[in-house]
T-cell receptor
Framework: KNQVEQSPQSLIILEGKNCTLQCNYTVSPFSNLRWYKQDTGRGPVSLTIMTFSENTKSNGRYTATLDADTKQSSLHITASQLSDSASYIC????????????FGTGTLLAVQP | DVKVTQSSRYLVKRTGEKVFLECVQDMDHENMFWYRQDPGLGLRLIYFSYDVKMKEKGDIPEGYSVSREKKERFSLILESASTNQTSMYLCATVGTGSFYNEQFFGPGTRLTVL
């Protein structure tokens, strides 16, 4: 069964600290993986996209990694800010020609002053 | 910048009512999608459209229908709203016919069915 699982479900950190969010998937055939940020009451906004040949990709203070062998991805946030408080969603695109998407349930991050 | 707008941010309807949710995009994208988002379940695809007057069922189409009369507008219709359709509804769009491209989401409509 194609699945995308994220951990932890929720996380509280202090402003300025780093954190890492995890995404494990059991999806085949894998095409690419995206991390989205969703602020409360808003639609998701893309942070990074990675194909199977990419190991790491950065977008400012956000760094995503991908291990296609173990089917794991992580999103590392450096020097967190209050504005990082949001839900972070991992999305895996699969299916070859049909290109279907599976969304993880997200990690809710709260950054406290 | 791609702009995806949805007709309402919050909507309250009664059981049995017919509900229309509208999505408009300004970037001439071919593909448009309707998702619902529920706690603990993530986003689930209801319907998508890859061209005007074309539509495809997603993973959970039951109880919904869609309309795409113009390229920029994709409507989601709840023929007879039920309480289990209370949810956050998100519209998304992507261009050039490729799912490799980024999906741009609207702000969402939080629908409550009483």
């Amino acid at each position: 069964k194609n699945q995308v699982e994220q951990s932890p479900q929720s996380l509280i950190i202090l402003e300025g600290k780093n954190c890492t969010l995890q995404c494990n998937y059991t999806v085949s055939p894998f095409s690419n993986l995206r991390w989205y940020k969703q602020d409360t009451g808003r639609g998701p906004v893309s942070l990074t996209i990675m194909t199977f040949s990419e190991n790491t990709k950065s977008n400012g203070r956000y760094t995503a990694t991908l291990d296609a062998d173990t089917k794991q991805s992580s999103l590392h946030i450096t020097a967190s800010q209050l504005s990082d408080s949001a839900s972070y969603i991992c999305v895996v695109i699969y299916g070859g020609a049909t290109n279907k998407l599976i969304f993880g349930t997200g990690t809710l991050l709260a950054v406290q002053p | 910048d791609v702009k995806v707008t949805q007709s309402s941010r919050y909507l309250v309807k009664r059981t049995g009512e017919k509900v229309f949710l509208e999505c408009v995009q300004d970037m001439d994208h071919e593909n448009m999608f309707w998702y619902r988002q529920d706690p603990g379940l993530g986003l689930r695809l209801i319907y998508f459209s890859y061209d005007v007057k074309m539509k495809e069922k997603g993973d959970i189409p039951e109880g919904y229908s869609v309309s795409r009369e113009k390229k920029e507008r994709f409507s989601l219709i709840l023929e007879s709203a039920s309480t289990n359709q209370t949810s956050m509804y998100l519209c998304a769009t992507v261009g050039t016919g490729s799912f490799y491209n980024e999906q741009f989401f609207g702000p969402g409509t939080r629908l409550t069915v009483l």
